[in-house]
Nanobody, 124 residues
Framework: VQLQASGGGMVQSGGSLRLSCAAS????????MSWFRQAPGKEREFVAA????????HYADSVKGRFTISRDNAKNMAYLQMSSLKTDDTAVYFC??????????????????WGQGTQVTVSR
């Protein structure tokens, strides 16, 4: 599976962005899709995931109520709608695909495939 993330950019605090992740080369609908982020000098951090079978969504506490993950299996696409952005949200955002059990959904090691990352910069 190849993943291509896009939609990053620079935005002021309080603004919004929508990230997209295009998948190809596999059975997209069978994978849990996720978004992680990595700031300079920090480890990759879980942001959100949407499961393949029932569409259950999981979020990091830091983004609950501000970010929404979604998927369109007909288009092989996953999205991350980000609102009320904060400077702490500044990072490179990666989309991942895998088949994690629920207890591992926030573990980056549980995902087999990754996109190249897209930079999100939130200024004051």
């Amino acid at each position: 599976v190849q993943l291509q993330a896009s939609g990053g950019g620079m935005v002021q605090s309080g603004g919004s962005l929508r990230l997209s992740c295009a998948a190809s080369g596999g059975t997209f609908s069978t994978y849990t899709m996720s978004w992680f982020r990595q700031a300079p000098g920090k480890e990759r951090e879980f942001v959100a995931a949407v499961k393949s079978v029932n569409g259950d969504r999981h979020y990091a506490d830091s983004v609950k109520g501000r970010f929404t993950i979604s998927r369109d299996n007909a288009k092989n696409m996953a999205y991350l709608q980000m609102s009320s952005l904060k400077t702490d949200d500044t990072a490179v955002y990666f989309c991942g695909a895998g088949r994690p059990i629920t207890s591992s959904i926030s573990n980056p090691s549980a995902y087999y495939y990754w996109g190249q990352g897209t930079q999100v910069t939130v200024s004051r």
